[in-house]
């Protein structure tokens, strides 16, 4: 069974500081995606890995996907209230059996006081 | 173009009855995968519905089904409810049955009493 774990599983900063989200596992996944989720609102995503060691920017997030392709973090700089929301790491299995199957962490809720 | 619109938005249900929850796919999309959100957890895969089939199914017992229309809206059916399927169940749609990016609708907030 696929599994990924996330941590921390809370986070309660103030704004302007930085942050580290982690989403780890023992299998190897196809892709890595990160997702964002607001209260009443389904995920949206964020960025999507795919290549061992990619990194990838989005503004003041950055998206890194580990070498081995089994874990990824997210990290903010100089987070804001409007990054206040829960974060989801999903994994994309290898293998037929799991195609467009995604495997997602538990989440992160990031809550960014002014 | 329009998203991924689900109804209905909130349902109270009784334990032991049946439920229909709806789902249009964004314009395009071919592909509509089902998700479980329990409270303070990620989504957990239903099963997914390419071109009218089911395409790959997770861990969830029978009495969850579902059906894609040519249209590739889709429903999701669970009978004989159950406490612990109180949860939010978002629906997904994408370009095709592979990796692609998922689009979430806001997802029906289904409680079981």
């Known amino acids: 069974t696929q599994l990924l774990e996330q941590s921390p599983q809370f986070l309660s900063i103030q704004e302007g500081e930085n942050l580290t989200v982690y989403c780890n596992s023992s299998?190897?996944?196809?892709?890595l995606q990160w997702y964002r989720q607001e209260p009443g609102e389904g995920p949206v995503l964020l960025v999507t890995?795919?290549?061992?060691?990619e990194v990838k920017k989005l503004k003041r997030l950055t998206f890194q996907f580990g070498d081995a392709r089994k874990d990824s973090s997210l990290h903010i700089t100089a987070a804001q209230p409007g990054d206040t929301g829960l974060y989801l790491c999903?994994?994309?299995?290898?293998?037929?059996?799991?195609?467009?199957?995604?495997?997602f962490g538990q989440g992160t809720t990031l809550q960014v006081k002014p | 173009e329009t998203g991924v619109t689900q109804s209905p938005t909130h349902l109270i249900k009784t334990r032991g009855q049946q439920v229909t929850l709806r789902c249009s796919s964004q314009?395009?999309?071919?592909?509509v995968s089902w998700y479980q959100q329990a409270l303070g957890q990620g989504p957990q895969f239903i099963f997914q519905?390419?071109?009218?089939?089911?395409?790959g199914r997770g861990n969830f017992p029978p009495r969850f089904s579902g059906l894609q229309f040519p249209n590739y809206s889709s429903e999701l059916n669970v009978n004989a409810l159950e406490l612990d399927d109180s949860a939010l169940y978002l629906c997904?749609?994408?370009?095709?049955?592979?990796?692609?990016?998922?689009?979430f609708g806001n997802g029906t907030r289904l409680t079981v009493t």
């Open positions: 299998s190897v996944f196809s892709s």
């Open positions: 519905y390419y071109r009218e089939e089911e395409n």
């Open positions: 314009s395009g999309h071919n592909t």
């Open positions: 997904a749609s994408s370009l095709d049955s592979g990796n692609s990016p998922l689009h």
């Open positions: 999903a994994g994309a299995g290898i293998g037929s059996g799991n195609t467009g199957k995604l495997i």
């Open positions: 890995v795919v290549t061992g060691g």
